[in-house]
T-cell receptor, first 115, second 112 residues
Framework: NAGVMQNPRHLVRRRGQEARLRCSPM?????VYWYRQLPEEGLKFMVY????????ESGMPKERFSAEFPKEGPSILRIQQVVRGDSAAYFC?????????????FGSGTQLSVL | GDSVTQMEGPVTLSEEAFLTINCTYT??????LFWYVQYPGEGLQLLLK?????DKGSNKGFEATYRKETTSFHLEKGSVQVSDSAVYFC???????????FGTGTRLQVFP
């Protein structure tokens, strides 16, 4: 009965490389949310996905960032050509559907460090 | 825009001390309010919530009351334990949305 699984826990990349962050939602959950926590800031919403669909990406930077949640497999947050400002903790959360407030389960996060 | 402001940490207390972590919000409309807790090495967990003015959320000895007049949702506990050491996040959502707006988090350290 695993919870939301994120991997890797820690990811180190050099400037210009690509970062791929994975999120496996809880069993039976088809809604996934990605949040980013920059140093000394709160968690900021990035994107909301359902299986094979992006529902709300209003928090995603316009360039270099993309997310997917395929029919099979984990949700992937992809950051191309990383820069130092991308260093942050990235959290994934999943739910079984709206209303989600009290049924949102978070993973332990991926700490991305860009050298 | 909508936002949450919470007191900076760390908050350092001795076991059995009284805890208050302040949280205020700015929102259009009538938000639902939440406290999440993150224990070391784990994901965020919902601690308690309140969905309308004057509601009191409570769980594990923690309480918070939704105060519309002061736009606040302060977290309190009468007697903290070492096991309460964690980071606490205040958050809100607006009606009929599923996006959480978080504060910056407050680290609580409880010493025996």
């Amino acid at each position: 009965n695993a919870g939301v699984m994120q991997n890797p826990r820690h990811l180190v990349r050099r400037r210009g490389q690509e970062a791929r962050l994975r999120c496996s939602p809880m069993k039976g959950h088809s809604h996934v949310y990605w949040y980013r926590q920059l140093p000394e800031e709160g968690l900021k919403f990035m994107v909301y996905l359902q299986k094979e669909n992006i529902i709300d990406e209003s928090g995603m930077p316009k360039e270099r960032f993309s997310a997917e949640f395929p029919k099979e497999g984990p949700s992937i947050l992809r950051i191309q050509q990383v820069v130092r400002g991308d260093s942050a903790a990235y959290f994934c959360a999943s739910s079984g559907g709206l209303p989600t407030n009290e049924k949102l389960f978070f993973g332990s996060g991926t700490q991305l460090s860009v050298l | 825009g909508d936002s949450v402001t919470q007191m900076e940490g760390p908050v350092t207390l001795s076991e059995e001390a009284f805890l208050t972590i302040n949280c205020t919000y700015t929102a259009t409309g009538y938000p639902s309010l939440f406290w999440y807790v993150q224990y070391p090495g784990e994901g965020l967990q919902l601690l308690l919530k309140a969905t309308k003015a004057d509601d009191k959320g409570s769980n594990k000895g923690f309480e918070a009351t939704y105060r519309k007049e002061t736009t606040s949702f302060h977290l309190e506990k009468g007697s903290v334990q070492v096991s309460d050491s964690a980071v606490y996040f205040c958050a809100l959502t607006l009606h009929n949305t599923d996006k959480l707006i978080f504060g910056t988090g407050t680290r609580l350290q409880v010493f025996p």
